[in-house]
């Protein structure tokens, strides 16, 4: 079966410093992968979408960047962070098929301070 | 660039009682997903409505994808504290991306 991981879970970062977050899908090949961003109790806005290794497509100008080294890989990251990059991040796989389901990783809370 | 509008916002209601979550939106849709998410979790989807006018039931939960497929619902008969959580519909505005409306919180005393 597939499952997708996304880690770490929660992280405290300081203003100006990079990030990195990673999100790997096991069990499928040639997945869509995603990045979406959460305020708290609202929904979600897509940051990143990918439909193969080093196809990216971004949906909102930002302080961020994704990457897809490998297949089944996703990395999102910044240079150095603002406060308002803080959120909940959820990386998410999809597989072509007639009808898309999306399958999300567990998030990762991001606080900058 | 569609727009997904959720109503209302909050809901809160007592264990028994039913409750309904709306989602509009002014463009077409081939297919509409509602997902639910818990609090430090990621959405998971509940169902998904491809034809207009369709209903699916998934136990207490009905959905009903409008004539038009502008517009779903969501009905909950009889909620309990279970079903507490973020409702959120999606759609695709292409083959790819996926997007979601603002979502209602539900929650449900016991």
């Known amino acids: 079966s597939q499952t997708i991981h996304q880690w770490p879970a929660t992280l405290v970062q300081p203003v100006g410093s990079p990030l990195s977050l990673e999100c790997t899908v096991e069990g499928t090949s040639n997945p869509n992968l995603y990045w979406y961003r959460q305020a708290a109790g609202r929904g979600l806005q897509l940051l990143f979408y990918?439909?193969?290794?080093?196809?990216i497509s971004s949906e909102v100008p930002q302080n961020l960047s994704a990457s897809r080294p490998q297949d089944r890989q996703f990395i999102l990251s910044s240079k150095k962070l603002l406060l308002s990059d803080s959120g909940f991040y959820l990386c998410?796989?999809?597989?072509?098929?007639?009808?898309?389901?999306?399958?999300f990783g567990s998030g990762t809370q991001l606080s900058v301070l | 660039t569609q727009l997904l509008e959720q109503s209302p916002q909050f809901l809160s209601i007592q264990e028994g009682e039913n409750l309904t979550v709306y989602c509009n939106s002014s463009s077409v849709f081939s297919s509409l997903q509602w997902y639910r998410q818990e609090p430090g979790e990621g959405p998971v989807l509940l169902v998904t409505v491809v034809t207009g006018g369709e209903v699916k039931k998934l136990k207490r939960l009905t959905f009903q994808f409008g004539d038009a497929r502008k517009d779903s619902s969501l009905h909950i008969t009889a909620a309990q504290p279970g079903d507490t959580g973020l409702y959120l519909c999606?759609?695709?505005?292409?083959?790819?991306?996926?997007?979601f409306g603002a979502g209602t919180t539900v929650t449900v005393r016991a």
């Open positions: 990918s439909v193969g290794i080093g196809q």
């Open positions: 999606a759609a695709f505005s292409n083959d790819y991306k996926l997007s």
């Open positions: 998410a796989w999809s597989i072509d098929s007639v009808v898309e389901k999306l399958f």
